[in-house]
């Protein structure tokens, strides 16, 4: 696998420890740079887990922690440029919001939430690039899944 660049991890409140450690192993392993935005509720882990990396010789800038809200902190890291990709996990709401963001710069996205990626982008209005942005790579792979809503109409 290559790197894809810089990947902004944002975890949220519920087993923020896991959820941390499960997308930044992952980003390190191919390679690329990892943002972490944990939750605002649940961050002590997250601080712990980066003073644990630095300690064993993780080299800075490779591992970074940013903190606040997902409405500022979050839409930031999915809106910049600078950002290859954007991995969420958290309420449907939210990644609705992170999908059309990401979008907007065509970066990489992938959501972890109650429904589909498919569904969350399908549910935003937002415009129509941004959300085919989102959903051809899982389209063109074959990831989409639909869980019991079948009556919900899609892009």
Known sequence: MDPLGVVAAI???NFPLHQVI???AAALAAGSTVIVKPSEFAP???DLLAELAHDAGLPA???NIVHGTGPRVGDAL???PGIDMVSFTGSPRAGREVACRAG???KKVTLVS???AVGIAAEQRCELPG???VLQPALERGEVSVEGCADEQFV
Do not use: D, M, Q, Y
Request: cysteine-free; charged content about 20%.
């Open 11 to 13: 975890t949220p409140w």
């Open 22 to 24: 499960l997308k930044v």
């Open 44 to 46: 002590l882990s997250t």
């Open 61 to 63: 800038g490779v591992l």
């Open 78 to 80: 999915a809106r910049h």
């Open 104 to 106: 907007e710069t065509l």
């Open 114 to 116: 109650r429904r589909a």
């Open 131 to 133: 959300a085919v942005a």
